[in-house]
Nanobody, 125 residues
Framework: QVQLVESGGGLVQAGGSLRLSCAAS????????MGWFRQAPGKEREFVAA???????TYYPDSVKGRFTISRDNANMVYLQMNSLKPEDTAVYSC???????????????????WGQGTQVTVSS
């Protein structure tokens, strides 16, 4: 089992940057593909970034491509660097873990087994 705890959210002006962190417990962290999602009030959960087990593969939807960067390290941490933030990026951001035996990305929300509690990101105009 994996427990995930996000941090780094806050209030930032449009055009600013934030770096979110996701701390994962467990000795088998390297067996999981990871993802970041966000959900704004009244809207559906939106996928914003994915990274493979080894960290050499990443994926971003067009809404954040070129502005967000996902990364992971060997210390059970996953990061989401967010630049050029826009008011429409305001949401609760959550990280999630999907068990994988291969190095493929996980792009389906239903394949993520473990979720963090989320961290609020608010971008003012």
């Amino acid at each position: 089992q994996v427990q995930l705890v996000e941090s780094g959210g806050g209030l930032v002006q449009a055009g600013g940057s934030l770096r979110l962190s996701c701390a994962a417990s467990g000795r088998t962290f390297s067996s999981y593909a990871m993802g970041w999602f966000r959900q704004a009030p009244g809207k559906e959960r939106e996928f914003v970034a994915a990274i493979s087990r080894s960290g050499d593969r990443t994926y971003y939807p067009d809404s954040v491509k070129g502005r967000f960067t996902i990364s992971r390290d060997n210390a059970n941490m996953v990061y989401l660097q967010m630049n050029s933030l826009k008011p429409e990026d305001t949401a609760v951001y959550s990280c999630a873990a999907a068990p994988r035996w291969d190095n493929y990305l996980v792009l389906t929300v239903g394949d993520y087994m473990y979720w963090g509690q989320g961290t609020q990101v608010t971008v003012s105009s």
